[in-house]
């Protein structure tokens, strides 16, 4: 891998991009990987990732069977619990970089929050129609035959008058 300083195409992605080293320490993380973690990539050298996997177990398990498998693992909808135990929900792709000399792994973190949202707020309205649709439906139901005994007792309590 190339030094930090050195522009790089993953730089430009929306996806979060982590690469570490054998003993879990960043050894390059893309602008959209410093936002979704919440720290910046100094930060994140001195501190490691060790915090992140204490809070997630299911990644390390993933990690370790991708690693022993040499191959790509991908975890779909993970919540991941960050700093300050920040909670994002995420796509998550682990791929091992054994032709790499200093990256033991990298990760994918594709932050799917937004998308989720909107889904829910999809379902959310379409319920919403669904009710209201439901609601005019009972309404029209009950309002018909009511309406008759409106008539009905109309015509009762009104006297009869001779012609």
């Known amino acids: 891998m190339n030094s930090r300083s050195e ?3 993953a730089d430009t992605l ?9 003993r ?3 050894i390059y993380l893309n602008p959209a990987a410093e936002q979704f973690l919440g720290t910046s990539y100094t930060a994140a050298l001195k501190s490691g990732f060790d915090a992140v996997f204490e809070a997630n ?7 370790r069977e991708s690693l022993a498998s040499n191959q790509v693992m991908t975890l779909r909808e993970m919540e991941l619990v960050l700093a300050h135990e920040l909670v994002r929900v995420a796509d998550c792709a682990i791929t091992p970089m054994p032709n790499y000399p200093e990256a033991r792994v990298m990760l994918e973190l594709n932050d799917i ?11 959310i309205n379409s319920l ?3 009710t209201r649709e439901m609601m005019r439906g009972l309404a029209h139901e009950l309002k018909n035959p009511l309406g008759g005994l409106r008539l009905s007792l109309i015509h009762i309590s009104e006297p009869t008058r001779p012609y």
């Open 7 to 9: 522009p790089r195409l």
């Open 14 to 22: 929306n996806t979060a991009i982590v690469v570490l080293d054998e």
């Open 24 to 26: 879990n320490r960043p």
């Open 57 to 63: 177990p299911l990644l390390v398990d993933i990690i």
């Open 113 to 123: 929050e937004r998308h989720l949202r909107i889904s829910r707020d999809a379902r």
């Open 128 to 130: 919403q129609l669904t």
